[in-house]
């Protein structure tokens, strides 16, 4: 099993004509319809596209496995001279943990709470007689050391929930490497950490894989992520190729419109706008979940009438707190918030019902923010009723105009959230926002669990409406696209504290204050160096 | 159906619409797909609630008839011979199922609007509320139940009021727990939050945000409970504090027919007479356990691998 006599370059795994269908609602539906994929010894290959396009599913074909409910209905899957669509459980199960090896997208999801990570690490090696368990755990040291975690003799006996998200994804990465796979496949393993946290990551992962020479099937939504990993890009959509090429010839020349289309939401730009009537003054505000932890420091935010406040910073900064404190749901420990010149109740209960539809609030999951059992009609219908009082008739014009508002029609009335795209889902919650004829929406992470392209739909809607309702926004965002996107101003907070807060022309140029830089540094841009370049930049700075 | 860029719209985004179907023809479709346990198990409860309906017309006499016969052998004129007072076993057995099945749905059913109110109630307050409530539910859910009946019944005596009544609040403490917890997983959602920053009030939310989501589970309870509910009544029929004589009921049925079975050598016809009570008991419990099964796991979602 060993590579040395392999060459860099060969054939690895090849892939003709693969599809899959998948089952539901009593019937089969093609998920892949047709693909084809080649992938060298040492190569990585990024695999893009929007959600459902079939990239985890191609992933896992790979390995010769099909999620439940799935099945590989035609084509050939051969992994170094063997034909996966025809070999056994048993050949597979040889296979997958040893010479093929997956890294998840939830980190936290993925590994057993109640092991300790290094237990987890080198099981799999072990387990398939690859090294003896003393070896592997000496080895799954070193790997360790090479993803950069700290303390790589001892992180290991620490348990899943002792160290950060950053570090579980590197652990994870450790025990794909640990076999020394000749194939690992990657399915979005930086997609739900921080920025700041994911460029480490990024680096580590790629270092590990140059070093043992191991191919990788790298699968994202993020073109910036793909561009500084993969030597070859291929675009997924609807289960079908829709171009391949080596990764500097793809962002430099994307042939297809579709292609170009995936870094749609970098192309808005709106200029940031001045306006001195503030709609929205938060002064001094403490807050606490439990008396003991104290999560706001003293924050200030103020929101001018008509225009958009962007809320920058990792998971963790109190950006959502800070949304909880304006709606009412965490009554702040002290200094208050002002809407329209008045003093709001602290407290959700004591406020009164046109104080409350005057903020409304769209959530990130628009899955989990709309009642599954509830239909289209319900949901907007709902906040017509109970705020302005329409009934029948009137109610479902209203409720018409609201769903032409967002650019949906009227087919859609009588659906379940369950039935909708993840961008109409979110636009549903717009339409549902909208109907409180509000002043002030807080739009928390609206457009970070949506495909690039469905975010531009969302992020120019939220303009439009802005231009002809005068509706002001806070819009709370990790993402330096967005941000610069859709914002008047911004607000940088950091640990629970504002750091800068002023208009966007302001904050986005230099000199930044340290976190403003860090954060703003590691937003990955479109160019295949810049990951290099930031490496190379932060050594620089730390050796001079 | 190309949505590249210039031609994307938010309404041709693919998503998967389910058919709209009629509630008539969606109760087929699960019929169709409900495996034979299932299916039995319907027979069986639909052929029980049918007699326990139409008892007066099925039974050949009445409910507390007496002949001048006791202990009867099995024969034409009395299909199961007849009991200790010379009554026809086969007629009590009818109305039987018609007492006994009636006594403990009506208990299920006010053990349900006790424990599932008060369970919703607690999920949501989540302080000092629902901290009092469950803990009292610990300390009488530290007694062991069917002795802790026995002794209120003795105490307040045997009515079939009392009967219901305690034995619906010592199983309401089991669905307030079951309501509780799948509760604290919908109270949590951005659903329920959207709504409490609307204003709505705490009805609203209960019956419209997360009764709606908690629906599947308390049905499959309910049925469980049931079963629990009619065992517990037979059993304390059978220790003589349940149903009172002359009201036919299979617990009480067991027990005076009871001394029959030492006959078994013979007359084994005589021997089964005290077992017929015991198996439509038993029947039942079985029967809805196997719809509750295919209930349960037809709504969990799990797929057959």
């Known amino acids: ?544 | 159906m190309s949505n590249s860029k210039p031609g994307y719209t938010a309404t041709s985004e693919v998503s998967r619409v389910r058919a709209k179907r009629t509630l008539w023809e969606n109760i087929i479709r699960g019929l169709r797909s409900a495996p034979p346990t299932a299916l039995f198990g319907m027979l069986v409860i639909t052929a029980y609630v049918v007699i326990a309906l139409f008892a007066p017309l099925i039974a050949p006499y009445g409910e507390s008839e007496v002949f001048p016969i006791p202990y009867a052998p099995w024969s034409d004129e009395f299909l199961f011979g007849t009991d200790q007072l010379g009554r026809d076993v086969f007629t009590r057995l009818v109305y039987g199922a018609r007492n006994t099945i009636g006594i403990a749905i009506m208990t299920t059913i006010l053990a349900f609007t006790i424990g599932g109110g008060l369970g919703l109630v607690a999920a949501i307050n989540q302080k000092w509320l629902d901290q009092f409530l469950s803990r009292f539910v610990d300390v009488l859910m530290a007694i062991p139940s069917l002795i802790f009946a026995l002794m209120l019944l003795s105490i307040f005596g045997s009515s079939i009021l009392n009967i219901i009544l305690i034995i619906a609040v010592l199983d309401s403490t089991r669905v307030f727990r079951l309501t509780r917890a799948v509760a604290l997983n919908v109270v949590v959602m951005d659903y329920v939050e959207a709504a409490r920053l609307r204003g709505e009030k705490l009805g609203w939310i209960i019956r419209r945000e997360i009764l709606p989501n908690i629906m599947p589970t308390l049905v499959a309870e309910f049925g469980l409970r049931f079963s629990f509910v009619f065992l517990t009544i037979a059993a304390l029929s059978f220790l003589g504090l349940g149903i009172q004589p002359p009201t036919a009921d299979w617990g009480s049925m067991v027990r005076e027919n009871a001394g029959l079975i030492q006959f078994a050598e013979y007359d084994i016809t005589a021997a089964l007479t005290p077992l017929l009570p015991a198996g439509a008991i038993a029947l039942l419990t079985v029967a809805v356990n196997f719809v509750v099964d295919w209930f349960l796991h037809k709504t969990s979602g799990l797929r057959d691998e």
């Open chain 1, 1 to 544: 099993m060993s590579n040395i006599d392999k060459q860099r370059g060969d054939i690895l795994l090849e892939m003709r004509d693969v599809r899959i269908d998948g089952y539901s609602d009593d019937k089969w539906h093609k998920i892949i319809k047709g693909v084809d994929l080649t992938l060298r010894r040492g190569e990585i290959m990024g695999l893009i596209g929007e959600s459902g396009a079939g990239k985890s599913t191609l992933g896992l074909a790979a390995m010769g496995f099909a999620r439940p409910g799935c099945k590989i209905s035609s084509g050939t899957i051969n992994f170094d001279g063997m034909e996966l669509t025809t070999a056994s459980a048993s050949q597979c199960r040889a296979l997958r943990g040893s010479r093929i090896t997956y890294v998840a997208q939830s980190a936290a999801a993925s590994f057993n709470p109640s092991h300790r990570l290094i237990d987890q690490t080198v099981e799999a090696t072990v387990r398939h007689g690859i090294k003896p368990d003393s070896e592997a755990r000496a080895d799954a040291c070193i790997l360790y050391g090479d993803l950069q975690l700290p303390d790589p003799d001892n992180i290991g006996s620490r348990y899943p929930h002792q160290v950060s998200g950053g570090q579980l994804q590197r652990v994870m990465t450790a025990m794909a490497m640990s076999p020394r796979p000749d194939l690992i496949i990657f399915d979005e393993p930086t997609t739900a950490l921080d920025v700041t946290t994911q460029v480490e990551v990024l680096a580590s992962m790629r270092e590990i894989v140059e070093k043992y020479n191991t191919a990788a099937i790298y699968i994202t939504h993020d073109l910036a992520v793909v561009a500084q990993m993969a030597d070859v890009i291929k675009v997924l959509r609807y289960g079908e190729t829709v171009e391949e090429a080596e990764t500097r010839k793809m962002l430099s020349a994307p042939e297809e419109e579709y292609t170009k289309s995936l870094w749609a939401v970098r192309s808005i730009e709106k200029e940031g706008e001045k306006n001195d009537d503030v709609i929205l003054k938060i002064n001094n505000v403490d807050a606490a979940y439990s008396s003991s932890v104290k999560v706001l420091h003293k924050v200030s935010i103020e929101v001018p009438r008509g225009r958009t406040v962007a809320v920058v910073g990792e998971s963790g900064s109190g950006k959502s707190t800070t949304a909880r404190v304006i709606t009412g749901l965490l009554p702040p420990m002290s200094g208050d918030v002002q809407f329209n010149g008045e003093v709001l109740p602290k407290d959700l209960a004591s406020r009164s019902k046109d104080q409350l539809r005057k903020i409304q609030m769209i959530y990130q999951m628009a899955d989990t923010a709309m009642n599954p059992r509830h239909t289209i009609r319900e949901i907007i219908g709902r906040p017509l009723e109970f705020y302005l009082g329409l009934r029948g008739n009137k109610r479902d014009d209203r409720l018409l105009e609201l769903l032409h508002l967002i650019e949906l029609d009227e087919s859609f009335v009588d659906r379940l959230p369950s039935e909708l795209s993840g961008g109409q889902k979110q636009r549903v919650c717009i339409a549902r926002a909208l109907a409180a004829e509000p002043d002030l929406i807080i739009c928390d992470e609206v457009t970070s669990a949506l495909d690039q392209i469905v975010q531009k739909g969302i992020l120019e809607l939220l303009l439009k409406l802005q231009k002809d309702l005068r509706i002001s926004y806070l819009f709370i965002t990790h993402d330096i696209a967005t941000v610069r996107a859709i914002s008047d101003e911004i607000v940088v907070m950091f640990q629970g504290a504002v750091v800068e807060q002023g208009p966007k022309s302001e904050i986005l140029t230099p000199p930044f204050p340290d976190y403003t830089k860090l954060l703003l540094s590691s937003v990955p841009e479109m160019d295949p160096d810049w990951l290099n370049n930031l490496l190379a930049e932060r050594q620089n700075e730390q050796t001079a």
